[in-house]
């Protein structure tokens, strides 16, 4: 068995990394591409190790000379790489397909040792490795029929993007067996080649062998093993993260992030807080059928969209504002703020992060729960001398839940208080109550020092579109903010959202009763699981409680690095290392959140 790697290419969407350096030559935490692949070939008893080189060719031979590769390497020169493109690189080692038994890669690959052992470790001679298409993946996809015959490659050009999930991603490595090359694949290259020229891909004389009757090359389906393909900046600090060695620096690097894990692959994130259950897939086509439009389309200004989320929620135009995201709104609100702030911590840092520390004033319940009552507020904050008051409701990460007519007595006693109340509602949909919720016009007009915040974006699943209201019955403030924020700013997608919103009410009601009965049998699962104390809650996730002696922090790494599933750890936002806060997703995704988990407690005292 021996290699063929191609590395002639000039790497153009590296930009800078590549102006002097091939593309094999970028670092991933520290280590280029080519070495890390030449040392997991290294190890597998190759005969030889045959590269095709081009662009910057020479330093690229100079660089693995000084590198320790004990299997014996030969050189191919493309001299026209920047005329030609991969078909014509290995056209040039076509004489060396045909000797032996090969793996063919493309040299801007990253992978784990896995990727090759699952290639050598099957029987069948030769070999597609595949993996199923997620959203970061680009380039020549396949059809697979059941007996992982490949029924159709689909490049780019042909991409339908209404079929993708029948596709499965080509990994751009191939076991060839010599006999496949002779009778097949070398044959079939020269043909293609004459007839269409040197500027193709070598996937194209796959695709039309495949046609044959007897193609011989099956589909190997990879199934979790971690590879990358980096073509451009964002994928090479992905593959940082993903290919991190350092398991703490892992989990610090993900969770920096804050977003964009739809990136790495089957990720699952139980970090990030939205509905499971909502929008329907009857929304998403109609959102897709109007995509054209409203991608070349500009949004309507403020005005219009003031009068769609007052039509959502049943209030005044001149009682709501749109934000982009409930964090515009929040920057925005706590910039009118005056004087001392009481504050519950924990909570949603990005109110009290948004104020100044000097006139900020906390409530830090003292149970093991973070619970708290209105009576609890009224107690700590009757004596003490604050301009406003926030309370999140239900509370992150606690899940702490105030019932409506609790939370209306509170309204009442800041108000005789001359206390400005801001109420964080962007979960109160969730909550076992109906209708909770504060943004109700008469509830508004009674209190205009009430502002009432929510992120549609968590309660409706949609947090890509970044959607959030503000209503109060201050229309002085409320008018303040329209001015201060952008007039466009939110996107069509976002508006168009909320025109249509209105009609997928019954379907929205649907889901907010089928995710709080998965939240029981979720919660009451969790609780099974030794080592954790479930703390009720009323939101789309649930903060659990660790027996003494149970790292949260080891816990977070184990889960990332062995089961690519992400959580949320608590110990610099309690100041105790003791808790985690775990989204609620659907039933299939809980359960293998669940299993993880009673693996994990079992390893990590």
Known sequence: MQAIILAAGMGKRLKELTQNNTKCMIKVNGVTLIERMLSQLDSKNLSRIVIVVGYEGQKLIDYISGLNIKTAITYINNPIYDKTNNIY??????????????????????????????????????????????????????????????????????????????????????????????????????????????????????????????????????????????????????????????????????????????????????????????????????????????????????????????????????????????????????????GNVGFVRPTFEEYPNRYDKEYSIDFVPTNSDYSY???????????????????????????????????????????????????????????????????????????????VMKSISKSYGVPGLRLGVLASGDTETIALLKKDVAIWNINSFAEFYMQIEEKYKKDYIKALDIFRKERKRFQDELANINGIRVIPSQANYVMVELDEGISPKEVLKTLLVKYNILIKELSAKLGVERYLRIAIRDEEDNNKLLSAMKEVLGTVR
Request: aromatic share 12%.
């Open 373 to 451: 009552t209105v009576d609890d507020l009224i107690a700590f904050f009757g004596d003490k001398d604050i301009d406003s008051l926030v309370v999140v409701n239900p509370d992150n990460p606690s899940g702490n839940y105030i019932e409506k007519n609790e939370m209306l007595r509170l309204v009442s006693w800041s108000e005789e208080r001359k206390i400005r109340l801001i109420i964080d509602e962007s979960f109160v949909d969730f909550a076992d109550e109906e209708d909770a919720t504060l943004i109700d016009q008469m509830i508004l007009e009674r209190n205009p020092h009430l502002y």
């Open 89 to 338: 690189s290995l056209a040039l080692a076509k004489d060396w397909l045909c000797t032996e038994d090969t793996l063919l890669f493309e040299s801007d690959l990253i992978f784990e040792d896995a990727v090759i052992d699952e290639l050598l470790n099957d029987e069948r001679e030769t070999l597609a490795l595949v993996d199923k298409y997620e959203s970061w993946m680009d380039g020549t996809c396949v059809k697979l029929g059941d007996d992982d015959s490949i029924e159709a490659f689909v490049p780019g050009k042909r991409f339908k993007f209404n079929e993708i999930k029948e596709y499965y991603k080509t990994v751009n490595i191939y076991k060839f067996s010599k006999h496949f090359s002779e009778t097949h694949y070398v044959p079939f290259l020269n043909a293609y080649q004459s007839a269409l020229g040197e500027n193709e891909y070598y996937e194209q004389v796959l695709r039309v062998i495949t046609m044959l009757d007897d193609p011989e090359i099956k589909a190997k389906r990879l199934s979790g093993q971690k590879w990358y393909e980096i073509d451009d900046i964002q994928d090479l600090d992905i593959a940082e993260t993903i290919f991190m060695p350092n398991d703490d620096e892992k989990v610090r690097l993900m969770q920096v992030r804050f977003g964009g894990y739809w990136r790495y692959p089957k990720l699952l994130d139980y970090s990030y807080l939205v509905n499971p259950y909502f929008p329907p897939e009857r929304m998403k086509y109609e959102m897709r059928a109007n995509f054209d439009t409203l991608l070349t389309e500009y949004p309507s200004g403020m005005r219009v969209n003031s009068l769609l989320a007052a039509k959502n929620f049943g209030v005044h135009q001149e009682n709501i504002i749109v934000g982009n995201g409930a964090a515009e709104l929040i920057k925005a609100l706590m910039n009118t703020l005056r």
